[in-house]
Each structure stands twice: as C-alpha cells, then as structure tokens.
C-alpha cells in the first residue's frame, strides 16, 4: 500500500481489547509472543529483509488506532511506514550468567514493555545471538493485531520471504487478504445477531449467579493479570487413551479432556454447574484462513455435572454444549455477556472465571540452512482466574495451569493440577464408574 493512511472501523473484538487497553495500559494481559532458535548460519539481513515484507503485506502490522472521533478507528498507514519494525538486535553471548535465563529475562522485558497503539505499531520482532551461529528470534504483538492462528500463519510466510530472500529471488506469496475486508463482512452480519442474542440469552439464564465458589474471596481483594503456573505432561498412552474413548463416543479429545476438568471444578466447588470459556477461531470464511489480524472469539460452555454421573454420560452434555455454542459462535464475547444478564461482581470476569483451550502444536517454521525449534515462553499474565491450557497430539501433550496470583497460593495450583491429571487418567480408563467414586469432595482450591 501506498499514498495516504486509511481509516476503518475496529472490528468488535478489537472494539474490547481498545478499551481494555486504555483502562489498563501497559497490564501486559493482551501481549503475544513466539519465540524461534535458530541454529546455523543466519542471514540477518535476509532475516530483515522479510520482517519488512510482513509488514508491506498485513495492513493489520502498521496500524494505530484513533479515539479522537465518536467511535475508535483504525489508521492503517503507507508500506513505507514498515520501516519502523526493525529487527532489534541484542548481543547475549558475554552473559556471565546462564544462557538461558539470559534469553528468558530478555523475553520477559520485550513483554513489559507496554504497547502505545496510539502511536506505534503493534508488532516488535527481536534477535539474540547467542553464540556466533545461535539466535534466538523473538516476535511480540499486541493482541488486537494477532491471534495464535495469525501467529503460524506469519511465521510460514516469514521462512517462505526468507528462503526465497537468500536465494535472490522475490518471495512467491499470495495477496494477503486486508483484516479491512473482514470487519466489513462482519458488519454484513450484523442482522443475524439478534438470533444469536436470543440463543446465548435462553442458554445462560441463570448463569453466572453468585453461589458456591471455586474460591472464597478476600474482602478487599484488587485484581492482577499476574499469573502463577503448573506444568504438566500427558503420556502418549494416556493421550491415544483419550482419543479412543472420544472416537468411541463420537466427540473430540477436547470435549473430553473439558469434561473431567469440569467434573474436578463443580466437585470440589461444590456448585451443580460451571461456565466455562473456551476460544472460537472466529474464521468463518475460507479466505479468512490465510489473514493476519485478531479474529479469535471467545464461547462459553455451560456445563452440568453431579458426583452421580459417569464420564460418559458427562460426555454426551458436553458434546451437545460444544456442538450448540459452536452454531452461534459468531456474536462477540461480550455481547454473549450482556445478553446472559449475569450479574456483575467487583473485580471479577462476568459469567465465566475459567478458560479452558487445547489445541495442536504450532508447527515451527523451517528455514533453510538453520535448525529451527520453539524456545518456550512460560505464561506470566492470564485474563480470567483459572485457565487450563493443554497443546494435545496423539504423541503425548503438554499443558500448564495457571492462577490468578493474588487467589491462590503456589501449592494449591499444583494440587489441582496434579488432582486434574490424577482424574483424567483414572477416569479415561473408567469412564462407565460415577466421578463420586473416583474424586473425594474436597476442596483443592482454596483462596489466599
């Protein structure tokens, strides 16, 4: 693009992270980021060369957003503008200290520092050289440019540009589709919104209505996104484990592992039913599959469960929950929200306090002459009170749980997390016995 900047209009979710953004700067709950090793021989200036051509492409990687009008806009400006992502280099090979902790600390300090969408792009890339032919590239983002399917996308186009860069030629990529075109067609739905409204206003009534707890509250508590975590692994036996029982009870491995998490939930909370929110891709269209912007929706599941049911029958709810929400997937969370009328609390997530989301592994992108791998980032901000993450493959599965800090205290994460795995295995290989006999009702989530 060149010539003048252009304006739009935000797209809904883009509309509450703004706002979100502006009564919290800075908070670091909206920030996303990859981190790739690179081992070999790297041509930064090819590494460079194709950062700039990402950000040429995705009009979504040079916008600023305006608030000096009746409703917030997007300024999307020139390619020229692309100039100001720079690849910002740091030397971390003199550390007298570990590598690692080196290149972890330069992680969480790129996390810290806080986004002025006003003003500046959304998009900051990194590289550490770690020794002469070791690096690590680091992509940060604001989460109102970007999603975790964005994320694969622009690191697949990003090993394409660069192949092709070091090759001397110019990168074979398609027109990338403008994130313009997708609120547009998003505002072209807006007369199926009131059939929506009406299904998650029917689903939720009652929802979200004070009752028993995961936890008890202190009086004068003041919320953080600063999260603790446990990790944990899944053996591939327990995973192939779970996806059999799925196969056989016609449902995904995601329905089953949110199932047992929502059976320990309503146990030892001692409630009858827990909503629970769970991502949605938000690409409804096939051209949407290849854009870089913030899509993902947020869905939630509302589950009923009592000590007397067996995993199975649990399943069959769970699966219908799944299966319905997904057909009305498309009204913005917290338009879900206002229609649920849930009552709302001081200091807390309207309607649902816990996220669950399993997904595959994203795929590392391969560069040629390098060997690629994830360098890991461990969670430090979460945007709910309990979320349980799992990156699932029939190989086995990695998860973390994570807590909202000034809620609970470190050991009863772990305890939960352990009492989560403790179940899922036992239960996957008995699914037909009652949760009564496999969990005893008492709390493992206890407030600070």
Do not use: K
């Not at 959304?122 to 440019?145: E, K, Q, Y």
């Not at 096939?286 to 199975?312: A, K, Q, W, Y």
């Not at 498309?330 to 989301?357: G, M």
């Amino acid at each position: 693009m060149t010539g003048p900047e252009r304006r739009a209009p935000l797209s809904a979710g883009q509309s509450r992270l703004f706002f979100s953004e502006l009564l919290r700067p800075g908070s670091g709950g909206y920030v996303i980021q990859r981190a790739v090793r690179l081992i070999g021989d790297l041509d930064v200036a090819a590494l460079q060369a194709a950062v700039q051509l990402l950000v040429g492409r995705h009009e979504i990687l040079r916008t600023t957003y305006s608030d000096d009008g009746p409703h917030p806009e997007q300024v999307v400006h020139p390619a020229s503008r692309g100039s100001e992502v720079a690849l910002e280099h740091t030397d971390l090979r003199d550390r007298a200290d570990d590598g690692a902790e080196a290149v972890h600390r330069w992680i969480a300090a790129a996390r810290g520092r806080s986004f002025e969408l006003r003003a500046e792009p959304p998009l900051r890339t990194g590289l550490a050289r770690l020794g002469a032919d070791d690096h690590v590239l680091l992509i940060t983002v604001h989460h109102i440019a970007m999603d975790g399917w964005s994320m694969s996308v622009l690191l697949g186009e990003l090993a394409t540009a660069y192949a092709a860069l070091i090759r001397g030629e110019e990168p074979a990529l398609p027109p990338a589709p403008a994130y313009r075109d997708y609120v547009q067609a998003e505002q072209a739905r807006a007369g199926e919104i009131a059939e929506h409204e009406r299904f998650w206003r029917t689903r939720l009534a009652g929802a979200g209505v004070p009752g028993p707890g995961l936890i008890e509250y202190p009086a004068e508590w003041r919320r953080t996104d600063e999260a603790l975590s446990a990790a944990f692994t899944l053996p591939g036996e327990l995973t192939a484990r779970i996806a059999e029982l799925s196969r056989r009870q016609r449902c995904t491995a995601f329905m089953t592992v949110l199932s047992v998490w929502a059976g320990l939930l309503t146990t030892n909370s001692g409630a009858a039913e827990i909503t629970v929110a769970t991502a949605s891709s938000g690409r409804l269209r096939p051209e949407d599959h290849g854009l870089v912007g913030f899509l993902v929706n947020v869905v939630p599941i509302r589950i009923g469960c009592t000590s007397e049911m067996s995993l199975t029958r649990l399943l069959a709810t769970v699966r219908d929950a799944c299966l319905t929400a997904s057909e009305h997937n498309e009204l913005p969370y917290e338009r879900i929200v206002a229609a649920s009328r849930a009552p709302r609390l001081p200091n807390r997530p309207t309607l649902a306090q816990v996220v669950f989301d399993l997904h595959p592994g994203a795929p590392v992108p391969a560069l040629p002459g390098l060997r690629a791998s994830e360098w890991p980032i461990a969670a430090r901000s979460l945007r709910f009170e309990l979320e349980l993450h799992v990156t699932y493959d029939r190989g086995g599965a990695d998860g973390v749980l994570l807590a909202a800090a000034d809620l609970f205290e470190p050991d009863t994460v772990e305890r939960h997390r352990d009492a989560f795995v403790d179940l899922l295995d036992r239960w996957t290989a008995e699914p037909e016995r009652a949760l009564a006999d496999l969990i005893p009702v008492r709390p493992v989530l206890e407030g600070t």
